[in-house]
Nanobody, 116 residues
Framework: QVRRVESGGGLVQPGGSLRLSCATS?????????MGWYRQAPGKQRELVAD???????NYADSVKGRFTISRDNGKRTVYLQMNSLKPEDTAVYYC?????????WGQGTQVTVSS
């Protein structure tokens, strides 16, 4: 069974930075799967904000382009999201999953709150 554990969230002031981590266990295909970071704000649908292919190619939602950086360490089966210049509208619960997502392997997410 695939298990994902997200960490690194917290409360940060506008303009601040956070680095999220997502460790995956139970997947023998991690190194070849495209992995994504998703977020869900209160009252909104979950959205994909960034993804990285097994080969390291990246894509970003327009709302985070130039501020967020996704990366992966296949040896550690971990995906990272470096978030800089954070804005209040980045406030959400952040999750990682494959892209396309595997509905059976969502983790509990990590809360990011951007507020002064």
């Amino acid at each position: 069974q695939v298990r994902r554990v997200e960490s690194g969230g917290g409360l940060v002031q506008p303009g601040g930075s956070l680095r999220l981590s997502c460790a995956t266990s139970g997947s023998i295909f991690f190194s070849t799967n495209a992995m994504g970071w998703y977020r869900q704000a209160p009252g909104k649908q979950r959205e994909l904000v960034a993804d990285v292919t097994g080969g390291g190619s990246t894509n970003y939602a327009d709302s985070v382009k130039g501020r967020f950086t996704i990366s992966r360490d296949n040896g550690k089966r971990t995906v990272y999201l470096q978030m800089n210049s954070l804005k209040p509208e980045d406030t959400a619960v952040y999750y990682c999953n494959t892209n396309p997502s595997n509905e059976k392997s969502w983790g509990q997410g990590t809360q990011v709150t951007v507020s002064s």
